[in-house]
């Protein structure tokens, strides 16, 4: 299934997205997508749904984020060997972790505004993983049991914030808009290896990172336990899985986001996103 949420910030209702590409209203059967409307039973229950006897979304709808309120935004850095290289940075031995704000998530056409004195501002592509059921110290042989779907996320990040105002790393990547998530949570029975997806990402046309999640140093399996071993991942977490070479920073001149410009995101099957910049 893919499912979506659409309409106005804060306002959005739950909605499944056909083959064919028509939008159906699933606020009669589900009140979220997201904690407890993401568990395996909520999910069965949708599967049974006959598409064509729910309402038909008409018209132009603005996509939310797919997954509403989480609980958390686990993050990780330095998951690709070839953008652990670029920055000059060993791969790690163990996943880098650290937290984006839950107020960051935006939909996967909104504006990203720039914060206020941003001077750095660049983007990642990364494959977000969604939690369906509760995990706490699981066995990677069973971490994808946990797996709600899969969903395109842009870790929007301004580097000057993150690196050089003292502390960690999430002060420069939790600015309002800085999560875009979707357009749609594509569930985990329709993935067959999160580890063969493809992505994408351009500036104003320009190619900036083509990598897979095939290059992974860990891979979602792995992640998923690792994490749990810290912390209860609960129905709707979001774990960011980490982004390809190509980002703003690695560039001999870094070329960061400015505003008028526009990304274009995609990864193979869960969709693309188009967003513009604006000024803070």
Known sequence: ??????????AERPALRCPEGKLRDLSGHATEIG?????????DRLRTLDPTTLPELIGTQRIGPCVGRPGK???????????????GIAAPEEP????????????PHDDIEMPRGARAL???IELAVVIGSRARYVSEATALAHVAGYALFNDVSERAHQTQRGGQWMKGKSHDGFGPLG???????????????DLTLSVNGQSRQQGSTRSMIF????LIAYISGFMTLEPGDIIATGT??????????????QPGDVLELAISGLGEQRCRILPA
């Open 244 to 257: 390809p070479a190509g980002v703003a920073m690695s560039m001999s001149e870094p070329g960061w986001l």
């Open 96 to 107: 880098v972790l650290f937290a984006k704000a839950t107020s960051s998530l935006g939909g």
């Open 122 to 124: 660049d983007y990642e």
């Open 219 to 222: 891979p979602v399996a792995n």
């Open 35 to 43: 904690g407890m409307g993401l568990s395996p039973s909520s999910l």
């Open 1 to 10: 299934m893919k499912l979506m949420r659409v309409g106005p910030p804060g």
């Open 183 to 197: 357009p749609w949570l594509l569930t985990a029975d329709e993935v067959a290896d999160p580890q063969a997806l």
């Open 73 to 87: 935004i686990v993050c990780v850095g330095l998951n690709y060997t070839d953008h652990a290289e670029e920055i």
